[in-house]
C-alpha cells in the first residue's frame, strides 16, 4: 500500500507560519490528486486544500488567503504553507493521494475519495 509521509508539524504561536511537506519513495506524486485534511480532537476530519493533477485547487472557505498548497514534482513532494497561524488550527494534520479522477473539483475534499493517506503530523498553535 501507498505509504505517504508528512512532515514539518509542530508547535508554534499564533501569527506563525508553517510549512507542511508530504512525499513518498514509492510512487510518483505527480500522478495523484492530492489532499490535506486535518482533525481536531473531538472532531470530524476536515478538508483543508486539495489539488489535481492538473495543478487546479480548491481551499476551505475559512482558510482561503492562509493556507496555500502546491507540489514540486522534481522533489515528490506536496507542501501545505500556513500563514497566520491561529489557535483554531491547531490539529492533526493529513496528507492524502488518490489515483481516481473526479469531474467535480469539490469530490477531491471529501475524505472517502482518498485510497492513501499518511500517519499525520501534528500542529499546534499556542495563544
Known amino acids: 500500500q501507498e505509504r505517504l509521509v508528512e512532515s514539518g508539524g509542530g508547535l508554534v504561536q499564533a501569527g506563525d507560519a508553517l510549512s507542511l511537506s508530504c512525499t513518498t519513495s514509492r510512487r510518483e506524486l505527480r500522478n495523484y490528486g492530492m489532499g490535506w485534511f486535518r482533525q481536531a480532537p473531538g472532531k470530524e476530519r476536515e478538508p483543508v486544500a486539495v489539488m489535481t493533477t492538473g495543478g487546479t485547487t480548491e481551499y476551505a472557505d475559512s482558510l482561503k488567503g492562509r493556507f496555500t498548497i502546491s507540489r514540486d514534482n522534481a522533489k515528490n513532494t506536496v507542501y501545505l504553507r500556513m500563514n497566520s497561524l491561529k489557535p483554531e488550527d491547531t490539529a492533526v494534520y493529513y496528507c492524502?493521494?488518490?489515483?481516481?479522477?473526479?469531474?467535480?473539483?469539490?469530490?477531491?475534499?471529501?475524505?472517502?475519495?482518498?485510497?492513501?493517506w499518511g500517519q499525520g503530523t501534528q500542529v499546534t498553535v499556542s495563544s
Open positions: 492524502a493521494a488518490t489515483l481516481k479522477y473526479y469531474s467535480d473539483i469539490s469530490d477531491y475534499t471529501r475524505v472517502w475519495a482518498y485510497d492513501y
